[in-house]
Protein backbone atom coordinates (compact mmCIF):
# COMPACT_ATOMS: atom_id res chain seq x y z
CA UNK A 1 0.00 0.00 0.00
CA UNK A 2 2.65 2.47 1.00
CA UNK A 3 4.54 1.26 -2.33
CA UNK A 4 1.20 2.19 -4.12
CA UNK A 5 0.96 5.70 -2.19
CA UNK A 6 4.38 6.56 -3.16
CA UNK A 7 4.12 5.56 -7.01
CA UNK A 8 1.34 7.63 -7.29
CA UNK A 9 2.74 10.60 -5.57
CA UNK A 10 5.64 10.26 -8.09
CA UNK A 11 3.89 9.96 -10.84
CA UNK A 12 1.89 13.23 -9.87
CA UNK A 13 4.82 15.20 -9.23
CA UNK A 14 6.68 13.68 -12.63
CA UNK A 15 3.47 14.77 -14.04
CA UNK A 16 3.80 18.75 -12.63
CA UNK A 17 7.48 18.73 -13.61
CA UNK A 18 6.51 17.65 -17.17
CA UNK A 19 3.24 20.78 -17.69
CA UNK A 20 5.57 22.93 -15.81
CA UNK A 21 8.41 22.04 -19.22
CA UNK A 22 5.43 22.50 -21.23
CA UNK A 23 5.01 25.91 -19.94
CA UNK A 24 8.01 27.42 -19.73
CA UNK A 25 8.20 25.88 -23.42
CA UNK A 26 5.42 27.99 -24.34
CA UNK A 27 6.93 31.12 -22.69
CA UNK A 28 9.98 31.10 -24.54
CA UNK A 29 8.39 30.63 -28.01
CA UNK A 30 6.21 33.75 -26.90
CA UNK A 31 9.37 35.79 -26.26
CA UNK A 32 10.93 34.56 -29.77
CA UNK A 33 7.70 35.32 -31.49
CA UNK A 34 7.22 38.70 -29.84
CA UNK A 35 10.71 39.97 -30.45
CA UNK A 36 11.85 42.99 -29.68
CA UNK A 37 9.00 43.19 -27.36
CA UNK A 38 10.93 41.93 -24.35
CA UNK A 39 13.36 44.16 -24.39
CA UNK A 40 10.95 47.07 -23.92
CA UNK A 41 8.66 45.37 -21.20
CA UNK A 42 8.74 48.52 -18.93
CA UNK A 43 8.44 50.95 -21.65
CA UNK A 44 6.35 49.81 -24.85
CA UNK A 45 3.45 48.16 -25.60
CA UNK A 46 2.20 46.49 -28.96
CA UNK A 47 0.29 48.16 -31.13
CA UNK A 48 -1.06 51.83 -32.55
CA UNK A 49 -2.61 53.38 -29.61
CA UNK A 50 -6.24 52.19 -29.29
CA UNK A 51 -7.66 49.50 -26.98
CA UNK A 52 -4.05 48.70 -25.86
CA UNK A 53 -3.81 52.13 -24.32
CA UNK A 54 -7.64 51.62 -22.64
CA UNK A 55 -6.88 48.29 -20.75
CA UNK A 56 -3.26 50.10 -19.55
CA UNK A 57 -4.93 52.89 -18.20
CA UNK A 58 -7.78 50.34 -16.36
CA UNK A 59 -5.01 47.90 -14.93
CA UNK A 60 -3.13 51.32 -13.57
CA UNK A 61 -6.44 52.64 -12.12
CA UNK A 62 -7.16 49.31 -10.35
CA UNK A 63 -4.12 49.45 -8.81
CA UNK A 64 -4.37 53.15 -7.74
CA UNK A 65 -8.02 53.20 -6.64
CA UNK A 66 -7.18 49.65 -4.49
CA UNK A 67 -3.86 50.20 -3.00
CA UNK A 68 -3.24 54.28 -3.41
CA UNK A 69 -6.63 55.85 -2.80
CA UNK A 70 -9.03 53.36 -1.20
CA UNK A 71 -11.69 53.88 -3.40
CA UNK A 72 -13.55 51.69 -5.74
CA UNK A 73 -12.16 50.89 -8.79
CA UNK A 74 -15.50 50.14 -10.62
CA UNK A 75 -15.82 54.35 -10.83
CA UNK A 76 -13.32 56.35 -12.63
CA UNK A 77 -13.14 60.05 -11.73
CA UNK A 78 -10.48 61.07 -14.28
CA UNK A 79 -12.10 60.10 -17.30
CA UNK A 80 -14.75 62.47 -18.47
CA UNK A 81 -13.51 64.67 -15.61
CA UNK A 82 -15.70 66.54 -13.84
CA UNK A 83 -18.59 64.00 -14.41
CA UNK A 84 -16.47 60.67 -13.74
CA UNK A 85 -16.99 57.39 -15.70
CA UNK A 86 -18.74 54.03 -14.52
CA UNK A 87 -15.87 51.73 -15.38
CA UNK A 88 -18.69 48.52 -14.88
CA UNK A 89 -19.94 50.00 -18.34
CA UNK A 90 -17.41 49.22 -20.12
CA UNK A 91 -15.20 45.67 -20.57
CA UNK A 92 -13.40 45.57 -17.23
CA UNK A 93 -11.79 41.96 -18.08
CA UNK A 94 -11.87 41.18 -14.31
CA UNK A 95 -9.85 37.94 -15.20
CA UNK A 96 -7.17 39.62 -16.55
CA UNK A 97 -7.00 43.10 -14.04
CA UNK A 98 -7.03 41.49 -10.88
CA UNK A 99 -4.32 38.89 -11.41
CA UNK A 100 -1.98 40.94 -13.07
CA UNK A 101 -2.52 43.74 -9.96
CA UNK A 102 0.88 41.32 -8.09
CA UNK A 103 2.80 42.35 -11.65
CA UNK A 104 1.61 46.29 -11.07
CA UNK A 105 2.77 46.47 -7.50
CA UNK A 106 5.69 44.90 -8.32
CA UNK A 107 7.31 46.14 -11.89
CA UNK A 108 4.45 48.79 -12.86
CA UNK A 109 1.44 48.84 -15.35
CA UNK A 110 3.76 48.53 -18.45
CA UNK A 111 5.71 45.93 -17.51
CA UNK A 112 2.79 44.09 -15.82
CA UNK A 113 0.42 44.21 -18.83
CA UNK A 114 3.60 42.83 -21.35
CA UNK A 115 4.01 40.35 -18.75
CA UNK A 116 0.07 39.40 -19.01
CA UNK A 117 -0.03 39.45 -22.96
CA UNK A 118 2.87 37.51 -22.89
CA UNK A 119 1.76 34.85 -20.32
CA UNK A 120 -1.57 34.05 -22.22
CA UNK A 121 0.82 32.60 -24.65
CA UNK A 122 2.35 29.99 -22.13
CA UNK A 123 -1.28 29.91 -20.17
CA UNK A 124 -3.30 29.20 -23.80
CA UNK A 125 -0.26 26.52 -24.97
CA UNK A 126 -0.10 24.40 -21.80
CA UNK A 127 -4.29 24.78 -21.81
CA UNK A 128 -4.53 23.00 -25.20
CA UNK A 129 -1.44 20.58 -24.53
CA UNK A 130 -3.89 19.08 -21.43
CA UNK A 131 -6.98 19.14 -23.19
CA UNK A 132 -5.22 17.22 -26.05
CA UNK A 133 -3.32 14.53 -24.01
CA UNK A 134 -6.24 13.79 -22.36
CA UNK A 135 -8.45 13.08 -25.35
CA UNK A 136 -5.37 11.38 -27.39
CA UNK A 137 -3.23 10.40 -24.79
CA UNK A 138 -0.18 11.93 -26.79
CA UNK A 139 2.28 14.07 -25.83
CA UNK A 140 3.71 15.23 -29.56
CA UNK A 141 0.23 15.76 -30.28
CA UNK A 142 -0.33 17.64 -27.26
CA UNK A 143 2.59 20.00 -27.96
CA UNK A 144 1.79 20.65 -32.03
CA UNK A 145 -1.51 21.79 -30.58
CA UNK A 146 -0.62 23.69 -28.03
CA UNK A 147 1.54 25.50 -30.33
CA UNK A 148 -1.24 25.97 -33.16
CA UNK A 149 -3.32 26.99 -30.44
CA UNK A 150 -1.62 29.74 -28.87
CA UNK A 151 0.13 31.01 -32.09
CA UNK A 152 -2.80 31.46 -34.29
CA UNK A 153 -3.53 33.97 -36.13
CA UNK A 154 -7.08 35.13 -34.05
CA UNK A 155 -4.32 35.50 -31.20
CA UNK A 156 -1.79 37.24 -33.01
CA UNK A 157 -3.37 39.88 -33.96
CA UNK A 158 -5.42 40.70 -31.35
CA UNK A 159 -2.08 40.96 -29.45
CA UNK A 160 -0.74 43.71 -32.16
CA UNK A 161 -4.85 45.19 -31.63
CA UNK A 162 -4.07 45.12 -27.62
CA UNK A 163 -7.52 43.45 -27.20
CA UNK A 164 -6.35 42.09 -24.05
CA UNK A 165 -9.70 40.44 -22.75
CA UNK A 166 -9.49 38.70 -26.06
CA UNK A 167 -6.22 37.52 -24.99
CA UNK A 168 -7.48 34.86 -22.56
CA UNK A 169 -7.60 32.06 -24.85
CA UNK A 170 -6.67 29.43 -22.24
CA UNK A 171 -10.14 28.90 -20.76
CA UNK A 172 -11.41 27.63 -23.20
CA UNK A 173 -9.66 24.27 -23.58
CA UNK A 174 -9.98 24.53 -19.68
CA UNK A 175 -13.61 24.53 -20.07
CA UNK A 176 -13.32 21.44 -22.09
CA UNK A 177 -10.63 19.92 -20.52
CA UNK A 178 -13.28 19.37 -17.25
CA UNK A 179 -16.49 18.88 -19.51
CA UNK A 180 -15.38 15.75 -20.87
CA UNK A 181 -13.63 14.34 -17.35
CA UNK A 182 -17.46 15.41 -15.70
CA UNK A 183 -19.45 13.67 -18.23
CA UNK A 184 -16.71 10.40 -18.51
CA UNK A 185 -16.37 10.55 -14.01
CA UNK A 186 -19.84 12.16 -13.17
CA UNK A 187 -17.70 14.24 -10.70
CA UNK A 188 -19.10 17.29 -9.25
CA UNK A 189 -15.86 18.17 -8.99
CA UNK A 190 -15.07 18.10 -12.39
CA UNK A 191 -18.32 20.30 -12.70
CA UNK A 192 -17.45 23.42 -10.97
CA UNK A 193 -14.11 23.22 -12.16
CA UNK A 194 -15.51 23.50 -15.47
CA UNK A 195 -18.12 26.15 -14.33
CA UNK A 196 -15.03 27.93 -12.73
CA UNK A 197 -13.45 27.93 -16.11
CA UNK A 198 -16.46 29.13 -18.00
CA UNK A 199 -16.83 32.09 -15.29
CA UNK A 200 -13.37 33.30 -15.88
CA UNK A 201 -14.06 33.54 -19.55
CA UNK A 202 -16.92 35.24 -19.22
CA UNK A 203 -14.97 37.69 -17.19
CA UNK A 204 -12.23 38.27 -19.34
CA UNK A 205 -14.55 39.03 -22.34
CA UNK A 206 -17.99 38.91 -22.69
CA UNK A 207 -17.70 37.96 -26.21
CA UNK A 208 -16.41 35.05 -24.47
CA UNK A 209 -19.80 34.33 -22.53
CA UNK A 210 -22.04 33.66 -24.76
CA UNK A 211 -19.27 32.08 -27.23
CA UNK A 212 -18.28 29.32 -24.23
CA UNK A 213 -21.64 28.61 -23.59
CA UNK A 214 -22.14 28.18 -27.50
CA UNK A 215 -19.29 26.17 -27.78
CA UNK A 216 -19.79 23.92 -24.59
CA UNK A 217 -23.10 23.15 -25.35
CA UNK A 218 -22.07 21.70 -28.74
Known amino acids: MHRTMAAQQGNRSGGISRHLMVLGLFAILGVILTYPL ?39 PFVFHPFGYNVALTEMTLSNIIPALPLVLLFGEVTAYNLWMLGSFALSGLAMYLLVLRLSGSRSAGLLSGLVFAFCPYRMVHLGTGHLPLMATQWLPLLFLYLDRMIVRHRSRDALMAALFYALGALSAWYYAYMFALAGVA
Open 38 to 76: VRYLDSRILGMPGDNFAYLHKIRWFKEALFDRHVSPFFD
